[in-house]
């Protein structure tokens, strides 16, 4: 989390299960890593650390507001260092067509805490502003676009399938009446809306009422299951046998693409149990490293709160 939403830092940014990830991907000297989420830099400065001066890291964020802590990481990362600008999974797909070959790959997937800090980004139902949410400020589509011109059954659709909203129906309804009225333009109205649509004592239950419909909008407007399905495939051919892949995700819907991509890659043999001998010859790609998910401790989630809904898994080439 930032102290200091203005002027985030590499070195104010709480990363999520920063220890785990480094004993995962077990960083050495000489290598080259990827932080495909770049971000305020607080994973990038723990693995460039781990490199002891010798070795490559290659940041990549969609956000371009992410360069000036990406320059302060750069003045001190002791190692060589780039930031390639776009989304993770563009950028990982022309790496890979490139034969560019890496050690270790990092993917922090949802929404960093230097765009929830920053009001203007519209991520945020505790701060009225605009309605946004891109993470990509140069893209086409926004959350005000999404909410104003979709279908109201599509609109419930995202809501239920992205964020697991049990009115996401009548959430969808009450954003048709208001939108005839006038154009839903900030956050603030949107969380008004969202409050009036539900019945009462769904509002002091678990957690903010807009909390899903919020996060439903953030993953349909930038496409993150989308990017997500599309990476990993790029990611493990990025890397060199014994190389790493760790993967932290926020939603079960990105924890279950990623066990299952991790699943199909660990796999040998895909014959008919009833076979005498494999005719498939497949073997498997990856060894899994996190058989299940692992998640913050007592400890981090005290100074973190924010963690509270990560879940890591990696695997190692084969």
Do not use: W
């Amino acid at each position: 989390m930032l102290p200091n939403a203005s002027q985030p830092s590499a070195t104010d940014h709480v990363p999520v299960l920063a220890a785990e990830v480094r004993e995962l991907l077990a960083v050495r000297p000489e290598e080259t890593v990827v932080d495909c989420t770049f971000g305020a830099g607080g994973h990038s400065e723990l693995l460039a650390e781990d490199l002891h001066g010798r070795g490559k890291l290659i940041a990549i964020d969609v956000d371009p507001t992410v360069r000036p802590a990406f320059e302060r990481f750069r003045r001190h990362a002791g190692v060589q260092t780039r930031l390639l600008r776009g989304n993770f999974a563009i950028v990982l797909e022309q790496l890979a067509s490139n034969d560019v070959q890496v050690d270790a790959i990092l993917i922090d997937l949802g929404v960093s805490s230097m765009q929830l800090d920053r009001p203007e980004r519209g991520f945020s139902y505790a701060s009225d502003a605009p309605l946004d949410m891109r993470m990509d400020p140069s893209a086409p589509l926004s959350a005000r676009e999404l909410v104003n011109e979709s279908d109201e059954r599509d609109l419930a659709n995202i809501f239920r399938r992205f964020g697991e909203e049990r009115y996401a129906t009548q959430i969808a309804r009450a954003i048709g009446r208001k939108r005839r009225e006038h154009p839903i333009a900030r956050t603030g109205e949107l969380v008004e809306i969202i409050k009036r649509a539900i019945p009462t004592p769904a509002r002091f239950g678990d957690g903010h009422p807009a909390r899903r419909v919020f996060q439903a909008l953030r993953i349909a407007v930038n496409d993150e299951l989308g990017a997500l399905e599309s990476a990993l495939p790029d990611a493990v051919r990025m890397l060199r046998p014994g190389g790493r892949l760790a993967v932290i995700s926020f939603h079960s819907l990105e924890d279950r693409i990623v066990k299952r991509f991790l699943r199909e890659q660990a796999r040998g043999c895909i014959c008919p149990p009833d076979f005498p001998i494999c005719v498939c010859g497949n073997e498997p790609v990856v060894r899994e490293l996190t058989r299940k998910a692992v998640r913050p401790g007592a400890a981090e989630l005290a100074a973190n709160p924010r963690a509270s809904s990560a879940r890591l898994r990696a695997a190692v080439k084969v």
